[in-house]
């Protein structure tokens, strides 16, 4: 499977993406953690990269449209991947176009999340991530058995920088202004898949199992 996730944030698309890991057997990339990997590692690119995550704004594309060719050509993406968070506008759509073709390869679909705004507040705001491991849940929709406690490895549980209610408002004002195009350009190559988001996570997978098969 060659696909991306496309999606506001807080749609969920992480969340899938761990279950269509397992499922499908493909790496998950997403340009958002590498970022954070960055950051946390103080890398050039993360000191670069952390204003922009920082306040919501999109990372500059020559800062990394290279870098995640470069992860597209290693050895465990020969069978597929899972984009999550790229491309991010319409720009980026066209690089990673170009990158396909020059592969003789091409998406087989592109998963677009669908939830309302309120809901994506929501669930910005309360999501909280482990320090050590990575894995993400929510205060409310999924919280962990010990408050402040990731239930997968017993790490710290923190906040994005980034789930603040006002980064989240400007992140999905962001989205809207330059990665929902994507929905149009994606609709017209005829990959796009909408679904419904706006329900149980399990639900979610189901749906998108369910089209693409076991
Ligand atoms: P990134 O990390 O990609 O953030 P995002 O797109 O804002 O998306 P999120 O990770 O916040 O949301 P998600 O859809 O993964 O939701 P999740 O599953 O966690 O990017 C961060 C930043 O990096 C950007 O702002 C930008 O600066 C930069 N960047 C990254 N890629 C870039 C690019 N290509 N170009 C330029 N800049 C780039 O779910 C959210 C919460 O909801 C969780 O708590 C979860 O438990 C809960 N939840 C999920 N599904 C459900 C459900 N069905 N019901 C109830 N709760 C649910
Ligand atoms: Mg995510």
Redesign the pocket.
């Known amino acids: 499977m060659r696909a991306v996730l496309l999606?506001p944030?807080?749609?969920?698309?992480?969340?899938q993406a761990v279950r269509l890991v397992e499922k499908y057997n493909v790496p998950q990339i997403?340009?958002?953690?590498i970022?954070r990997a960055n950051i946390k590692e103080g890398t050039e690119l993360g000191k670069k990269a952390q204003e922009?995550?920082n306040s919501?704004?999109?990372?500059p594309d020559e800062l990394f449209v290279d870098l995640v060719k470069d992860r597209l050509m290693q050895e465990d993406c020969k069978d597929g991947y899972l984009l999550?968070?790229?491309?991010?506008?319409i720009f980026?759509a066209e690089q990673l176009d170009k990158f396909l073709e020059a592969q003789g390869q091409k998406l087989d679909a592109v998963i677009n999340f669908e939830v309302g705004n309120e809901v994506l507040i929501e669930?910005?705001t309360?999501?909280r991530v482990c320090k050590s491991c990575g894995a993400?849940?929510?205060v409310k929709?999924?919280p962990p058995k010990v408050e402040g406690v990731c239930d997968r490895c017993g790490g710290e549980l923190e906040q994005r920088k980034?789930d603040s209610r006002e980064t989240a408002e400007n992140?999905l004002a962001v989205y809207e202004e330059s990665t929902a195009p994507l929905i149009g350009y994606y609709s017209e190559t005829g990959a796009l898949k909408n679904f419904n988001?706006d329900?149980?996570?399990n639900l979610?997978f189901a749906e998108i199992c369910a089209e693409f098969g076991a």
């Open positions: 999606g944030p807080g749609a969920g698309k992480g969340t997403s340009t958002g953690d970022f922009y995550t919501g704004q999109l990372v999550d968070g790229f491309p991010r506008t980026q669930r910005l309360g999501r993400s849940c929510h929709f999924s980034d992140r988001a329900q149980d996570p979610v």
